[in-house]
């Protein structure tokens, strides 16, 4: 079952995920939080790659959706692994305590 | 009638991801996480991918999330951290990445409107079947690509975890 | 055999690879055998080649090897050009370099400094024949100017080869840096011919002379002359080849004698086509070789070191090859080229072992009656100085009488000849006093004869071939080289040719062995000015200091923090300021990165938008 949707319409709510995402990074200081927005934003990406698919009616936009996901993964399954080293390190989930890296 | 089927879905996402982003309680916020993810599958659903609204179930709300989950249970976030949360997110703090993102969206908005020829999606239901066929003929070389990308996580990952567990053992 | 031609330069090459690989780590026997025996291999090739070469009587045989690259329009091969010229030089090269190194094997085998010096001296003296062989057997005039270098390298490493007295190294560094003088000269002109004929292929370039306007063609011709005087240690560029002499003695004998420093010769020889468009570089040629003729003769009657006497009577000896080819006595001047190689590496390689047998003293004055006791030695300087003061029946005779009396036909040439004869006068005299004093007399020293069949044998070869090399050359070369020219040994002109060099003997003879007294009028004071100013080589030496030396001191010391630098200085504080101002945007966090990328993405989003 499928319906006739305004590519635009899609666009739209894929950009608002997006930039909903974007904000929880700029906003938020808790790694695990930043991990959750930026997972959104992936998600965003990924349903505006689902909505150029449609329009051709092509599977291309799903195969990207795909390897999206397998990146969303591999990148959660480090990511996490490094929020449990800061945790122990810094003693905090601050990010903004993981700044050394600085100029 | 039929716009329906997408905005109500559209609109749970959009809301739900709001939540995520402002929850103290990580669990909580991964509760809506959830709610977002189930809900933009539901958008794949109407536009025809049932393939990729399945993974999104599947591997989004099922594995991605329990991962957090875990996380989240072995780092023991409890009423402190919701207080630390609350300290860390003044209100003040929301004014400048909240003009910075409305800009964006603005622009965003300015530009997906003025596309040359507007138009809508097939409504047609793009199967596993196809899927499948176009990932392992034309694709495969990124299918291979993908393994490496996440045997190389999977690895990172247990180098990672495992420096930590053995030194949480020490004590 | 002509198809081994490639072997020629190529065996030195791989001897020179073989003792530079092992470090001197082969037994010295071993690297004795490597070193003296691929030159002597390479020169029983060049014999059959040349053999049959001859036999064949074509003008000229070319072996390709293969292209050295091609870039546009400028293909330069490696070619292999086998003509008359080139096959007495390789002939030179290659014999007189085998007898050279077989003579090294003697005097060099007690006298290194360090345990590897035989193989390193071995090393250098390979890749010296290789790159002299490239000079004359490269079909092409980068391929010439590779072999220059090379053998300007080769040079400096031996000039420098006792590296332990830093005398020796600053020797080493003159000859380096005054020949490279020349090879800038050189170099310019042969980018003009570059560009005037599109080529640098020898054969080529002389076949297409034609298009040459004759100012290009002076200017390309003189240009290459300051290459050939810088290499050839002819006046300007004379002064590095009596210091030269700290090296070994077979590098002076075969460096500094008979091969490296006659490529100007050959250089000039070779490029004959441009020349006789050029009648003023040639008559430059010509003036060139006779001032220097003049005043190394003058300058050897004065020197007291044996070897600085036979490196300023190779100046003179190449002066006049310079006289010929300047007054188109071509084959001449090649010939004597031949014959010189023969009668000074003779020289050098006896001196050699004379200076062997006394511990390394070279001042004659400390010799003295050698000629009892060093046999063999006395009787090669003996051979070779007839060769070199050009007595009737020896080499040098039939070379340079033909050389003078060319000169003497030459339209603007009375003027060569009365200088030649002169100088031929001088060098008697100076031959005389040089074998006078140190063999002569009463024994000052007393030598300590060790020399073995591997040092005398070369020198009796080269006894033979300073006397048969002169009625060789009449009969091979003659048909080889085009005529020398057929002289009246019974008009005036020519008997006065012959009897100076004889009233000089005689009167050198009654001088220095102290039957004619003079030394009122010598140690007069204007005869000790004189004496004085000969003995530095005509001041050349003050003159440079003077003028080129201490004056780049001078602006060296001025311009000690390098006003061009600045420039450079600048560039770097500015990237390293910027550097500052950016490293300040890298704040280490991660949400100050983040918000970064926002805004980027924004304007990439307004430049999409207004597109």
């Not at chain 3, 310019?188 to 370039?205: M, N």
Request: with cysteine; proline share 4%.
């Amino acid at each position: 079952m499928a319906i006739e949707v305004p590519v635009e319409q899609v666009l739209m709510v894929a950009a608002g995920l997006f930039l909903l995402g974007l904000l929880g990074v700029l906003v938020r200081r808790n790694i695990i939080f930043l991990l959750m927005s930026l997972e959104v934003m992936m998600n965003a990406a990924g349903l505006a790659f689902i909505a150029a698919g449609a329009k051709w009616g092509a599977p291309d936009g799903q195969i990207m959706f795909m390897l999206i996901l397998a990146l969303a993964a591999a990148e959660v399954a480090v990511a996490l692994g490094l929020v449990l080293q800061i945790s122990r390190r810094f003693d905090t989930l601050d990010v903004d305590a993981a700044s050394e890296l600085n100029g | 009638m039929d716009l329906a089927l997408f905005w109500i879905p559209a609109v749970v996402a959009l809301v739900s991801t709001g939540f995520v982003i402002t929850r103290k309680n990580a669990s909580h916020a991964l509760i809506y996480l959830v709610v977002s993810l189930l809900s933009v599958a539901v958008i794949f659903f109407v536009l025809g991918a049932p393939f990729a609204a399945a993974l999104e179930v599947v591997i989004y709300a099922g594995a991605i999330v329990v991962l957090f989950l875990f996380v989240v249970m072995m780092l023991n976030l409890g009423k402190t951290s919701v207080m630390r949360e609350s300290r860390w997110m003044r209100p003040g703090m929301w004014i400048g990445p909240a003009v910075l993102v409305s800009i964006l969206l603005i622009t965003m908005v300015y530009v997906i409107s003025g596309m040359p020829d507007a138009s809508v999606t097939r409504g047609e239901v793009v199967g596993p079947k196809t899927v499948g066929i176009q990932l392992f003929q034309p694709y495969l070389l990124a299918v291979e690509l993908a393994g490496f990308l996440l045997l190389a996580a999977l690895i990172g990952a247990y180098h990672l975890g495992r420096r930590y567990l053995e030194q949480r053992r020490e004590p | 055999m002509l198809e081994y031609l490639w072997l020629v330069p190529a065996l030195p090459l791989v001897g020179f690879f073989v003792l530079f690989v092992t470090e001197g780590k082969l037994p010295d026997k071993l690297v004795g055998v490597i070193g003296a025996g691929s030159v002597g291999l390479a020169a029983l090739v060049a014999l059959g080649a040349g053999a049959e070469f001859v036999q064949s009587g074509e003008g000229s045989y070319a072996q390709s090897l293969w292209i050295w690259m091609a870039v546009g329009n400028f293909t330069p091969s490696i070619t292999l050009y086998l003509d008359p010229l080139s096959l007495v030089m390789t002939g030179v090269i290659t014999g007189v370099g085998f007898l050279i190194h077989l003579f090294a094997t003697g005097y060099m085998w007690k006298d290194h400094e360090e345990p590897e010096g035989l193989s390193r001296f071995f090393a250098y003296m390979n890749l010296f024949v290789f790159a002299m062989l490239m000079l004359v057997l490269g079909d092409n005039l980068l391929v010439l100017f590779l072999g220059w270098e090379g053998v300007g390298l080769c040079s400096y490493l031996l000039i420098g080869f006792y590296h332990r007295d830093p005398e020796n190294g600053y020797a080493a560094r003159k000859a380096f840096v005054v020949t490279r003088v020349g090879d800038t000269l050189m170099a310019i002109g042969l980018f003009l011919l570059f560009r005037e004929l599109g080529t640098l292929d020898i054969q080529t370039a002389l076949g297409d002379t034609g298009q040459l306007d004759p100012g290009m063609a002076t200017a390309i011709g003189l240009l290459l002359l300051g290459g050939a005087v810088g290499k050839s240690a002819q006046v300007p560029l004379q002064t590095w080849l009596p210091d030269a002499m700290a090296g070994p003695t077979p590098v002076s004998a075969l460096i500094h004698a008979a091969t490296m420093v006659t490529a100007g010769v050959y250089l000039i020889a070779r490029m004959k086509g441009i020349y006789e468009l050029a009648p003023v570089a040639q008559f430059a040629v010509a003036i060139v070789g006779l001032v220097t003729l003049l005043i190394s003769s003058f300058t050897a009657l004065t020197q007291t070191d044996i070897k600085r006497i036979l490196a300023y009577s190779t100046m003179s000896q190449i002066g006049y090859m310079f006289m010929a080819l300047g007054v188109g006595a071509w084959s001449a001047g090649i010939f004597h080229l031949m014959t010189h190689a023969f009668f000074k590496a003779l020289l050098f390689l006896a001196s050699g072992s004379v200076i062997l047998a006394l511990h390394h003293e070279q001042d004659i004055h400390k010799m003295g009656g050698l000629w009892r006791k060093l046999p063999v030695p006395f009787a090669s300087m003996l051979i070779g100085s007839l060769a070199l003061v050009a007595l009737p029946l020896t080499s040098g005779f039939y070379s340079k009488d033909a050389i003078l009396l060319t000169a003497w036909e030459h339209d603007t040439g009375r003027w060569f000849w009365a200088g030649g004869v002169l100088a031929a006068f001088m060098t008697a005299l100076y031959t005389t006093r040089m074998m006078v004093v140190a063999f002569f007399g009463e024994t000052k020293t007393e030598p300590d004869d060790a020399s073995r069949i591997n040092m005398w044998g070369p020198l009796v070869v080269l006894c033979v071939l300073s006397i048969a090399g002169g009625w060789m050359g009449i009969g091979v070369l003659d048909g080889l080289l085009g005529p020398l020219g057929e002289f009246s040994h019974t008009d005036p002109v020519a008997v006065t040719t012959v009897a100076l060099p004889i009233f000089g003997v005689l009167l050198g003879w009654l001088v220095f062995s102290g039957r004619l007294d003079l030394s009122t009028l010598v140690a007069s004071s204007f005869g000790d000015a004189l004496r004085r100013f000969w003995q530095s080589g005509w001041a050349f030496d003050w003159v440079y200091d003077r003028l080129f030396v201490k004056p780049f001191l001078w602006v060296a010391r001025v311009n000690k923090r390098d006003i061009v630098d600045l420039v450079f200085r600048i560039t770097a504080s500015v990237t390293r300021g910027f550097h500052h101002v950016g490293a300040l945007t890298q704040t280490g966090r991660l949400r100050w990165y983040a918000a970064n990328m926002a805004i980027g993405l924004i304007v990439v989003f307004l430049i999409v938008a207004s597109v």
